[in-house]
Nanobody
C-alpha cells in the first residue's frame, strides 16, 4: 500500500516562502502522478498543482501560478511544493495525493486521486 506523509508546513508571514515535502513509502513513485491539494476552513478542497510521473508535465491552479513550483525526486520518493510570495488566502491544510496513472489530466476531479496523506497546516499571517 502506497503511503504518503507531508511535512514542511508552519507559520509564515505574508510574502514569505515555505517548501512542502511529500514522502512516499511502500512503492516506487515511478508510475504515479502526484498532486497537491489544499482545504481552507469552511471551504472545499481544491487542486493546487500536479506533476506527471517523470516530471515532464506540471499543472497549477490559476491562484498559485507564478508563485508555487512543484518538483519531484523519484530516487528519494519525494515530491516538493515550493511556495513563494505567500498570501493570507494560501492558509490551509495542504495534502499530497497520488494516482496510479502517469499523467495529470483530471487530477482535481473528485475521484481523481487514489492515495492521500494526512496533511500539513500552512498558516500565512502577521
Amino acid at each position: 500500500q502506497l503511503q504518503l506523509v507531508e511535512s514542511g508546513g508552519g507559520l509564515v508571514q505574508p510574502g514569505g516562502s515555505l517548501r512542502l515535502s511529500c514522502a512516499a513509502s511502500g512503492y516506487s513513485l515511478d508510475y504515479y502522478a502526484i498532486g497537491w491539494f489544499r482545504q481552507a476552513p469552511g471551504k472545499e478542497r481544491e487542486g493546487v498543482s500536479c506533476i506527471s510521473n517523470r516530471g515532464g508535465t506540471t499543472m497549477y491552479a490559476d491562484s498559485v501560478k507564478g508563485r508555487f513550483t512543484i518538483s519531484r525526486d523519484n530516487a528519494k520518493r519525494t515530491v516538493y511544493l515550493q511556495m513563494n510570495s505567500l498570501k493570507p488566502e494560501d492558509t490551509a491544510v495542504y495534502y499530497c495525493a497520488a494516482r496510479s496513472v502517469r499523467f495529470c489530466s483530471g487530477y482535481a476531479a473528485p475521484d481523481g486521486m487514489g492515495y492521500w496523506g494526512k496533511g500539513t497546516l500552512v498558516t500565512v499571517s502577521t
